[in-house]
């Protein structure tokens, strides 16, 4: 019954996207980042339903009056740019057959990142788009939270398998990212119910983050709630909202979890952190003796590349930046660490557009949450292997979509003000 209802929702969702192209996009972005098919347990489970939405997305927008040219060319020269360089440095990966899989995920997201910047053009838009992200990964907090409280703390949250969100740190970075957005939308919302809906989601969410056990979760958590806490103007009343939510939560946690937190003071002995260590000198050392190219999507996951360095069992990156350092060479990281730059230019600029005007209040607040959102990220990526996360990529492309509104005037005539001016100058035309 579930898989049918699953079914049914889809396929009316692919109809109307015949019409709406928009509606298609969103739907390909919730497949891609939260894999819903996998909660069903049935034939829905095994039908490529991304494929299937990426093709009625792509052929109604191509067929439609939507608008064919991105935003931001510049930002998406950035990205195609990338993608270029990552489909020319698979040509010279450790083993191409193996690496090409990994790309083909990797142009799928970036293309999915480039349709939503393009189609994404005003308030409706993006409002429907940031409940989508939220209510895809919120999905797995709240459900992680509950987890949590049911088994104290015990057992470790992961996301669905064969996912992005498969591993616990992967999770627990994707969770920390949205927070800012279950913010954004409460903040916006004139609905008591869905704003008390939002913050027992958050708090819900802040549990399941420490429930993965990450570190590199925990780190940008800290970091989030602090650059949150300086960018607000009510520090008291947040402040005390954080004693009142993480007090009982830590002290609601058992007493691995404080072990596993209190190894990050740790690290020169930990097992795990110099493991790391390992692997990005690994990482280093290939991107250096192979310059500009580097080892190949998921490289550092080939044991006989490990073998020509270090001695021993592979391990993942876990960091972003050593990733793509590795996997894509220099000439990759430099223009990965471009990407982002922009991406947190293009919101800086929003937010100073926008600051001091009542009228783009809203992207305002989206601007400041999806920068926050982008920094807990770029904190905690340097601990996780995540490169090609799709929210990064989404924060970019949009990142240019909102600048761009921002820098549209939103002011409508002011029919008294209108008024008040014409007879200012009637007046002074008549004279005393």
């Known amino acids: ?110 293309a999915m990142c480039i349709l939503a910047g393009t189609l994404t053009t005003n308030k409706v838009r993006f409002q429907s788009l940031m409940w989508v992200v939220v209510l895809a990964i919120g999905y797995y907090g709240v459900k992680g939270g509950i987890f949590t409280f049911v088994t104290g703390g015990t057992n470790r949250v992961f996301g669905p398998p064969d996912s992005m969100l498969r591993d616990n740190n992967m999770l627990g970075l994707a969770l920390v990212m949205t927070l800012p957005l279950f913010n954004y939308l409460r903040v916006t919302s004139d609905s008591k119910f869905i704003r008390s809906g939002l913050t027992a989601s958050t708090v819900l969410t802040v549990a399941a983050i420490l429930g993965t056990y990450s570190r590199a979760a925990y780190i940008s958590l800290g970091v989030l709630a602090i650059a949150f806490w300086l960018r607000t103007k009510n520090r008291i009343a947040y402040a005390v909202f954080g004693v009142i939510v ?51 999507f998921y490289g550092m996951n080939l044991q006989r590349v490990w073998d020509i360095y270090h001695a021993g069992e592979m391990h993942a990156a876990h960091s972003i930046y050593f990733q793509i350092l590795g996997e894509q060479g220099l000439v990759g990281l430099v223009l990965y660490l471009a990407i982002i730059c922009l991406g947190l230019f293009n919101l800086a600029s929003v937010i100073s557009k926008t600051r001091n005007e009542a009228s783009k209040d809203w992207l305002y ?42 820098s549209q005037s939103s002011r409508l005539p002011n029919f008294a003000e209108t008024l008040r001016r014409d007879a200012q100058e009637i007046a002074a035309q008549i004279g005393p």
């Open 1 to 110: 019954m579930r898989d049918v209802a699953f079914a049914a929702f889809v396929l009316a969702g692919l109809i109307t996207t015949l019409r709406f192209p928009f509606v298609g996009m969103l739907l390909w972005v919730w497949f891609s980042i939260m894999n819903p098919h996998q909660e069903t347990f049935g034939f829905a489970n095994a039908v490529p339903w991304n494929l299937i939405i990426a093709i009625v997305t792509i052929s109604s927008w191509l067929i439609s009056s939507e608008p064919k040219s991105p935003t931001s060319k510049f930002t998406t020269a950035m990205v195609v740019v990338l993608l270029a360089w990552t489909t020319l440095n698979t040509f010279f990966a450790v083993d191409p057959t193996w690496s090409w899989h990994y790309w083909n995920r990797a142009w799928k997201t970036l």
């Open 246 to 296: 993480f007090v009982p939560l830590l002290a609601y946690m058992p007493s691995s979890f404080y072990e596993r937190a209190e190894s990050i003071l740790h690290y020169n002995s930990d097992a795990s952190f110099l493991e790391r260590i390992d692997s990005w000198r690994v990482a280093y050392l290939y991107a250096m003796d192979h310059a500009p190219f580097g080892m190949g």
């Open 365 to 406: 607040h989206l601007g400041s949450m999806m920068q926050l959102s982008l920094i807990a990220f770029c904190v905690g990526g340097a601990a996780a292997p995540m490169d090609f996360f799709d929210l990064l990529f989404l924060w970019v492309l949009l990142s240019a979509a909102l600048s761009k509104l921002a």
